[in-house]
């Protein structure tokens, strides 16, 4: 995915947010990416979707930082 933080940022603008509403956002997202991670693993996907959806997340976590 070519997704970066600016992709996010201007979403959040073109549907009305302000500028704190998207930074609260992108921080809440970030703050509960363990919880995401642990649901994912507890989740009743196959082992092969679990690890296809880890590293879908991990990438787009990194895009966020």
């Known amino acids: 995915s070519n997704l970066k ?3 996010f940022k201007k979403l959040g603008s073109e549907i009305g947010l302000t500028k704190k509403q998207i930074v609260s956002t992108i921080q809440r997202m970030q703050k509960n990416k363990v919880k995401a991670l642990e649901w994912l693993d507890r989740s009743f996907l196959s082992e ?3 690890t296809a959806y880890h590293a879908i997340l991990e990438e787009r976590y ?3 930082d």
């Open 5 to 7: 933080r600016g992709h």
């Open 62 to 64: 990194r895009k966020l």
């Open 48 to 50: 092969n979707l679990r």
